[in-house]
């Protein structure tokens, strides 16, 4: 009923800085509305963990590593949260996932995104 899609993943010097982008879009009749937006990671040996979230007001949340260096944000037109990341470290190298809550009409629900590969490497 929806698909996210992915982008922006890659390859970065330590320091530099990647853009991730979001979209989520519907595949079926159903109408939706988007709530939670957010992202989280996963590094290679470990768990899944919480980077960013923002809600359908735009309240926001990070995890303490990466306040003051990521930023989340969404254009709730286009259904679409990004996330800005700067300063990065290579302890930021993971799969990074987009993570979107749906209002369905008598339902919610949570879809993963297929995730990205974020690098940060010299």
């Known amino acids: 009923q929806v698909q996210l899609v992915e982008s922006g993943g890659g390859l970065v010097q330590p320091g530099g800085s990647l853009r991730l982008s979001c979209e989520a879009s519907?595949?079926?009749?159903?109408?939706?509305?988007?709530?939670?937006m957010g992202w989280y990671r996963q590094a290679s040996g470990k768990q899944r963990e919480l980077v960013a979230t923002i809600s359908n007001i735009g309240r926001t949340n990070y995890r303490d590593s990466v306040k003051g260096r990521f930023t989340i944000s969404r254009a709730n037109a286009e259904n679409t949260v990004f996330l800005q990341m700067n300063s990065l470290k290579p302890e930021d190298t993971a799969v990074y996932y987009c993570?979107?809550?749906?209002?369905?009409?008598?339902?919610?629900?949570?879809?993963w995104g297929q995730g990205t590969q974020v690098t940060v490497s010299s």
């Open positions: 993570n979107v809550e749906v209002q369905f009409t008598t339902y919610r629900y949570v879809y």
């Open positions: 519907r595949t079926s009749g159903s109408i939706f509305s988007v709530l939670t």
